[in-house]
């Protein structure tokens, strides 16, 4: 699932980002029954995105902009083309490979 990858890419990115992507896809799934976890949830990734993206030292999306467009359907794509820009920042580097991070 898309939300479980993307979450553990980003705490792979960057340790400090500290994400379990289980509880993330439980929240989104099964969560949904209590109707507050998955935007919960959906938050929360955006806010990493966006923590991920200031460590590559490049802009950062508004983690409110990235909420209301996965709520209106298209925030999947949004979050993931924000987060190519931080795999964009480190041309030439291989899946593993310690990279900087700048904050």
Excluded: H
Aim: net charge positive; no cysteine; charged share 15%.
């Amino acid at each position: 699932m898309w939300i479980y990858k993307t979450n553990k890419e980003l705490n792979g990115y960057d340790r400090r980002i500290e994400v379990n992507p289980a509880l993330s896809v439980l929240a989104v799934t099964l969560g949904a029954f209590l109707i507050v976890p998955p935007f919960v949830a959906v938050w929360r990734l955006g806010a990493r995105a966006r923590r991920a993206q200031r460590a590559a030292g490049i802009p950062e999306l508004s983690t409110g902009v990235a909420f209301v467009i996965w709520l209106v359907g298209g925030g999947a794509l949004y979050l993931q083309y924000e987060i190519n820009k931080i795999w964009d920042r480190y041309p030439g580097a291989v899946e593993g490979q310690q990279v900087p991070l700048y904050a």
